[in-house]
């Protein structure tokens, strides 16, 4: 299976804090994707890392990539109440093909 | 406004029956995929399509059957042969030719085998 793995399986925060999940995956990737859902719904896009990149942000959002190492982490800044979700991250390979392997999810929940 | 409607969000079946999710996305975009997601787990590919009247078996097609007679809907059988089919279904699109192939969701059917 391609599917990634994230680390930790949860995560618990005092509202301020930040919070750094991982995700580790086996191929060779074209890009990383982190998605988000919250409880019961779809998942959101968050933001996407090509291959041969290094480091994005976006807002809050701060997402690295080695793939030396075959891993991210996904880093929440000043993390608020309605950050708490589950937190996927998703490859794409380079064999061409247009799926996303998803890994298993980091479910975050921020205490007021 | 634009989006992936899914359809029912909730859903109850005896043993024995088949029942269709239904897809249907105002996007424009080529692809179609459906996804499984059991509780505490990630989401595991069902089947995809990338284009209208073809697709393609994902990881765990085994019980189900899609057909895309139309760009905007990818409808998805779970069948009696499914042995355990009580789990979240996710429904996705994505533009295909974009690079970066990224998934817009649906917001989910729940089925439940009684």
């Known amino acids: 299976s391609q599917q990634g793995e994230e680390d930790p399986q949860a995560l618990s925060i005092q509202e301020g804090e930040n919070a750094t999940m991982n995700c580790s995956y086996k191929t060779s990737i074209n890009n990383l994707q982190w998605y988000r859902q919250n409880s019961g719904r779809g998942l959101v896009h968050l933001i996407l890392i090509r291959s041969n990149e290094r480091e994005k942000h976006s807002g809050r959002l701060r997402v690295t990539l080695d793939t030396s190492k075959k891993s991210s982490s996904l880093l929440i800044t000043a993390s608020r109440a309605a950050d708490t979700a589950s937190y996927f991250c998703?490859?794409?390979?380079?064999?061409?093909?247009?799926?996303?392997?998803f890994g298993t999810g980091t479910r975050l929940t921020v205490i007021p | 406004d634009g989006g992936i409607t899914q359809s029912p969000k909730y859903l109850f079946r005896k043993e024995g029956q088949n029942v269709t999710l239904s897809c249907e996305q105002n996007l424009n975009h080529d692809a179609m995929y459906w996804y499984r997601q059991d509780p505490g787990q990630g989401l595991r590919l069902i089947y995809y399509s990338q284009i209208v009247n073809d697709f393609q078996k994902g990881d765990i097609a085994e019980g189900y059957s899609v057909s895309r007679e139309k760009k905007e809907s990818f409808p998805l059988t779970v069948t009696s042969a499914q042995k355990n089919p009580t789990a979240f279904y996710l429904c996705a699109s994505s533009q295909v030719g974009s690079g970066a192939n990224v998934l817009t969701f649906g917001a989910g059917s729940r089925l439940t085998v009684l």
């Open positions: 998703a490859t794409r390979d380079q064999t061409g093909a247009n799926n996303l392997f």
